[in-house]
């Protein structure tokens, strides 16, 4: 022990905020909301191939990507994961994820 580390008091409860917050796409008001229910094209990655974890807009996008980078295994968009009907579970992920909680300048 250095003395550095400060004992841990973070409550299930904060923990559930803090994710909550880190990984719910909020804001962006009526272009958020199309975006978040992905009614409009542009912005998020929706389905994520199950094989290589590569994402596509959209499940057509989705089947392109599959007949030439796995033509091998037959196309099931069942197993396709849609990202924004499952809550992503990147607990502690530093990477940016594109409009959540992004800067407000222009
Ligand atoms: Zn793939």
Redesign the pocket.
Known sequence: MTGKAKPKKHTAKELAAKLDAATTNRGGGKAGIADRTGSTKGGHAKYE?P??K?TAPDVKSMQI??DS??PKIPFDDTKISNLHATAPVVAESSAPRPGVRGSLKK
């Open positions: 191939c094989h290589c590569i990507h599959h980078k796995h």
